[in-house]
Nanobody
Framework: QVQLVESGGGLVQPGGSLRLSCAHSGFNLDRYAIGWFRRAPGKEREGVSCISSSDGSTYYPDSVKGRFTISRDNAKSTLYLQMSSLKPEDTAVYYC????????????????????????WGKGTLVTVSS
């Protein structure tokens, strides 16, 4: 079955960096979309980076563009999110999520912004940006 396990969260000072990892198993990533989402206290869940196997696209919202980078290590079955220039407003629980693309032809942006787009979720890892 599909399994996603996040790690790498913690406390970091503003301006610092952190790398999150998502170990995944039970599916062929070449036929799935995958991404990172976050939920901050009192806010709605936000897609912060997604990759779509349908068109090979990658998406970042303006809130993290230029600061966050998503990457994959297929040999290790691991997805990463490198976060730099962190701000207090980046404080949130970060989740890894995935879903089969099923020939929908969606872009990475579609998977990141449409609520309910992802079928499988990890348990999350907490990132706190504070001095």
């Amino acid at each position: 079955q599909v399994q996603l396990v996040e790690s790498g969260g913690g406390l970091v000072q503003p301006g610092g960096s952190l790398r999150l990892s998502c170990a995944h198993s039970g599916f062929n990533l070449d036929r799935y979309a995958i991404g990172w989402f976050r939920r901050a206290p009192g806010k709605e869940r936000e897609g912060v980076s997604c990759i779509s196997s349908s068109d090979g696209s990658t998406y970042y919202p303006d809130s993290v563009k230029g600061r966050f980078t998503i990457s994959r290590d297929n040999a290790k079955s691991t997805l990463y999110l490198q976060m730099s220039s962190l701000k207090p407003e980046d404080t949130a629980v970060y989740y890894c999520a995935t879903t089969p693309t099923s020939n929908r032809g969606w872009s990475a942006q579609d998977y990141c912004i449409y609520d309910g787009s992802m079928d499988y979720w990890g348990k999350g890892t907490l990132v706190t940006v504070s001095s």
